[in-house]
């Protein structure tokens, strides 16, 4: 091999790794952004999922003064845990993650995101960037909520009955 053609077979590894990850990105509806630490500005991806969900909720493709501007967006609950997770970032952490949930309007479902951030330092070891990518996992929120209010049905009826089993199925 020449240098050349090593060039070009390392090109091709890229593109066709870059394709692999577009395909699982759109396939498992990802939506992945970066954060650019130094300018607090976060800038989302031009795959197809992301651009259909940073649209939905009003987004723009660019977003400055990050964390601050998109706390507007989210429920007050979450707002603390969210803003943790970009400090964490801040100050260095390799991996910072939380679940959000997002003020709805009247015309939006309610929505929870798992959020994680993967952060890239620069020679010096100071976080520069981070990739985020958001799951929307409000479905199993939703069920998680269901299963809980029904457990707790249950149980306040217990003292009423002659009998009562419980099975753990996972685990036979």
Known sequence: FTGL????LSEEERNRANRMYQAAVEDAKLVVWEYDICSHRVIMTDNDFTKYDYRKFGLPKVTENVPDSLVPYIEDSSVAAFVEMYRAVERGAPTASCEVWYKTASAREPRCEHIRYVTLFDENGKPVKAYGIGQNI???????????????????????????VQLNISKN
């Not at 053609?5 to 070009?8: A, E, G, Q, T, V």
């Not at 409000?138 to 009562?164: F, G, N, P, R």
């Open 5 to 8: 053609d090593k060039l070009k």
């Open 138 to 164: 409000t479905a199993q929120k939703l069920e998680h909520e269901k299963y809980a209010m029904l457990y707790k049905q249950i149980t306040e009826t217990l003292s009423e009955s002659v009998l009562s």
